[in-house]
């Protein structure tokens, strides 16, 4: 109950939808081990043993974020009274070290531009849209969860500005992308195809949607590049 108002209170102040989703499945994978235990008699012990079943099953970025999600439930209680102390204080160190995980890139400089040819080469279902998107993400440098969720009212192909709203962003401020005149380029053919929906990158099923957020990387396996050499985000 009192994580599900810290999540309240972060709609409240405006964070990411993605980060709210997030923060539910905490709740749903913690649940069985502390769920129902009254938040203030948690003790450093109780809340070890929810999170040591993933650090066992070697995720440890997923045991480090539950006890952070932890923590700051805590700390929320700490704050409106309803506990008198954060049990995860006295937990630094306890998990093994993070190992930092990075999405797979292509970075040599001959192997991506196999990848950018063979990306021009890419044939899909339907519209284009798959291909243009991989076109269009290497020069706009955003996350590819920005790019999918691109709106035609956001872009300016006249001053050749693409501005995303703060509320699509990670950071919550609204971030300006300068668009070359290959991404211009790229908008100006895909227009006749998309403008009359809301979304630059419709999904094929109903303009009313965006891509999903797997089609980039579908399209990248489809052209021979495994999970491991190569994603849309890296």
Not at 46 to 61: C, I, K
Not at 133 to 148: D, S
Request: proline share 6%; glycine share 6%; hydrophobic share 40%.
């Amino acid at each position: 109950a009192v994580a599900e108002a810290y999540i309240a209170k972060n709609e409240r102040d405006g964070l990411a939808a993605n980060t709210i989703t997030k923060r539910r499945w905490f709740i749903r994978i913690l649940q069985r081990a502390i769920g129902n235990r009254p938040i203030a008699d948690l003790t450093p012990f109780d809340v070890l043993s929810a999170v040591r079943p993933f650090e066992a099953a070697r995720n440890d970025e997923k045991a480090h974020r539950a006890l952070q999600f932890i923590g700051s439930v805590c700390r929320f209680a700490v704050a409106n009274q309803l506990a008198t102390a954060d049990p995860t204080r006295d937990l630094r160190g306890a998990l093994a070290k993070r190992k930092p995980k990075h999405h797979a890139a292509i970075i040599e400089p001959k192997r991506v531009g196999e990848l950018l040819r063979a990306i021009d080469e890419y044939e899909g279902q339907g519209l284009p849209t798959t291909r243009m998107a991989l076109q269009i993400l290497p020069y706009v440098f955003v996350r590819p969860g920005e790019l999918q969720h691109a709106e035609w009212a956001e872009i300016d192909l006249e001053a050749a500005v693409w501005r995303i709203p703060a509320k699509r962003m990670k950071a919550r401020q609204e971030h300006v992308v300068p668009l070359s005149r290959q991404v211009v380029a790229l908008f100006e053919q895909l227009h006749p195809l998309t403008g009359h929906s809301r979304y630059v990158f419709p999904s094929i099923r109903t303009p009313l949607k965006p891509i999903s957020e797997n089609t980039l990387n579908a399209g990248l396996r489809r052209l021979g590049y495994t999970k491991e050499e190569m994603t849309a985000h890296g």
